[in-house]
């Protein structure tokens, strides 16, 4: 849907974009054609713009997870989940980008049901490392979150103008560390957007940054250049993971990138110490690291409003 030749006025763009900003607050990035334009949320009433259809994202929950980084985890999901139903407008739907849980236990997926099944949203799922770490790997995860998938987990449809591919990129982690596609999943992948416009607006989301974050701590996806050459004659693409536990946004050519924050606890960025591990905050600064975001696709328009919004500024 890349138009830029009938863009809506500056004043009129402004207005649409400054309508996005919810309690919390953050950036928000117009991405058109695939260059990102941010804009100052300042003090935006939170409202939908018309004309935009608008889902949310939540990532690593680590229900299971209770040390010092954060003994409470669940409290602050659940702070999150009231802060997704709390939108003006509900969101179509919600996606979910991986580690619900901290060690794969069915304990820790009966607590995830309970808590997320506060959604008043639909919710898409795709799994994190930790959510594979069974004797049968995914089996709880399957178990706890059934949904019609292709292969090993992997599955697409189409909302508001956009196609929208889970990928799964955590069971080879363990092994190769670094997130990895596989060659099975890149042959459905070919299959399945063979049928698209090129002007679709295609969103990705998967938990492992498909973009080299920082490798070295596994912070990336091996095979994700041959994803990318599958999708490059689409006109904007735009991928959403969790894994790193923070904001990290990059744009390549006509793709975008948004690692997003946990709602358990925050990581070091990368290469600050020697591994990735829960990073410990005062306490008065916890809540500025964790949060959930808010994403809109301006009909027409071929722009995508993202808003992260941590449970407290900083």
Request: charged share 15%.
């Amino acid at each position: 849907m890349r138009n830029d030749d009938h863009q809506p006025p500056p004043n009129a763009r402004r207005k649409a974009l400054k309508c996005m900003a919810w309690a919390g607050g953050g950036l928000v990035w117009s991405l058109v054609g695939g260059v990102p334009r941010s804009l100052l949320l300042g003090d935006a009433q939170a409202a939908t713009a018309a004309g935009t259809f608008h889902f949310a994202q939540i990532s690593d929950n680590h229900f299971g997870f209770n040390k010092d980084a954060n003994p409470d985890v669940v409290s602050s999901a659940k702070e999150c989940v009231t802060r997704i139903n709390g939108l003006p407008s509900s969101p179509a739907f919600v996606l979910h980008t991986g580690d619900i849980t901290h060690l794969s236990k069915p304990a820790e997926f009966d607590l995830a049901q309970q808590v997320l099944g506060g959604l008043r949203a639909p919710v898409f799922y795709t799994p994190g490392e930790h959510d594979v770490l069974d004797e049968t790997p995914g089996a709880n995860y399957r178990k706890a979150f059934p949904q019609k998938t292709m292969g090993d987990g992997w599955y697409s449809f189409d909302a508001g103008g956009a196609h929208f591919i889970a990928l799964i990129n955590v069971l080879d982690f363990a092994t190769s560390g670094l997130g990895a596609l596989g060659a099975a999943q890149l042959e459905w992948l070919v299959s399945d957007v063979k049928g698209l416009s090129s002007s679709t607006p295609i969103v990705i989301f998967t938990h492992i940054p498909m973009w080299s974050v920082y490798p070295q701590w596994g912070w990336g996806t091996g095979d994700a250049p041959q994803a990318f050459a599958t999708l490059k004659r689409f006109g904007s693409i735009t991928v959403l993971n969790g894994h790193i536990h923070q904001v990290i946004q990059k744009v390549e050519g006509h793709v975008s990138f948004h690692t997003a924050m946990s709602t358990a606890y925050p990581q070091p960025k990368p290469g600050e110490g020697p591994a990735p591990s829960p990073l410990k905050l005062p306490a008065d600064k916890l809540r500025t690291a964790l949060g959930v975001r808010a994403i809109d696709i301006v009909a027409g328009k071929g722009q995508l409003v993202v808003v992260n919004d941590p449970l407290e500024l900083s």
